[in-house]
């Protein structure tokens, strides 16, 4: 699963990083916190157009859905797509042919469950470089409006060895793309099972993570700060060793 991410980047970093450009008008802001449960709207480079930067709402609404109510309904179940599944399932299979993005972040967040209750962990490069995360998006037209809404969803795929140590109730983690396979991920020229095979577990040695302060699980709190990601010291005999 991946559903919080910290998306502290700014306009530069991205466009330096991924050679893009924001368009004239944008509203992403950076911040260390961003919930999908939230519906926030993130920058993301997307196949068809890679030179500008787009942004889309998480929680993707598959093209073929016929009433604002359906949406609003599907969009909280779509927050992350199965790799194993997204050549075939309804909501994905149309998007996976054919609208695939890179969602770039700082890092994200899980929760390692416990005898004594779930704990936080940040995990991010390290290298301290931006995360790629492969993701598919969708136009939707929105019935009542006749708007189009742009949206996303970002795909998990099996754990690595640190990763399912820490989400250790599924044990899945977001499928990271390397630099070398991020372009091949929006390249429709690209077939589909070689696409596929990009979303592998990431190597052990290419994340690092540390817990992190209850905190980031106060909703009420304004979590765009670093406190959310310092590292935080627990009881040693709750975690396994890294």
């Not at 998306?7 to 992403?28: H, M, T």
């Not at 005898?115 to 301290?128: E, H, L, R, V």
């Amino acid at each position: 699963m991946c559903f919080s991410v910290n998306v502290n980047l700014v306009k530069e970093e991205i466009e330096d990083r991924y050679g893009v450009s924001f368009p004239g008008k944008y509203r992403y802001e950076p911040s260390y916190y961003y919930h999908a449960y939230g519906l926030p709207v993130l920058p993301a480079i997307c196949s068809g157009n890679t030179g500008i930067v787009r942004f889309l709402t998480w929680g993707l609404i598959p093209p073929w859905v016929k009433t604002d109510a359906d949406a609003d309904e599907i969009r909280l179940k779509t927050f992350n797509a199965r790799s194993e599944s997204i050549a075939s399932k309804p909501s994905f299979s149309s998007s996976f042919r054919s609208k695939r993005c890179i969602i770039p972040v700082r890092g994200f967040y899980e929760w390692q469950h416990t005898m004594k209750g779930k704990i936080p962990w940040y995990i991010y490069s390290a290298d301290n470089e931006i995360i790629s995360l492969a993701g598919l998006f969708s136009e939707w037209v929105q019935i009542s409006t006749g708007e189009i809404v742009d949206t996303f969803s970002i795909i998990t795929t099996d754990a690595n060895k640190m990763m399912a140590e820490i989400h250790n109730s599924k044990k899945r983690m977001p499928a990271v793309l390397s630099k070398e396979d991020e372009m091949k991920w929006i390249d429709l020229s690209v077939s589909s099972s070689e696409a596929l095979n990009l979303l592998k577990p990431s190597p052990d040695d290419l994340l690092k993570a540390h817990t992190i302060s209850p905190f980031v699980n106060d909703r009420n709190a304004d979590r765009n700060t670093p406190e959310v990601i310092k590292p935080y010291n627990y009881q040693q005999d709750i975690l396994f060793p890294l």
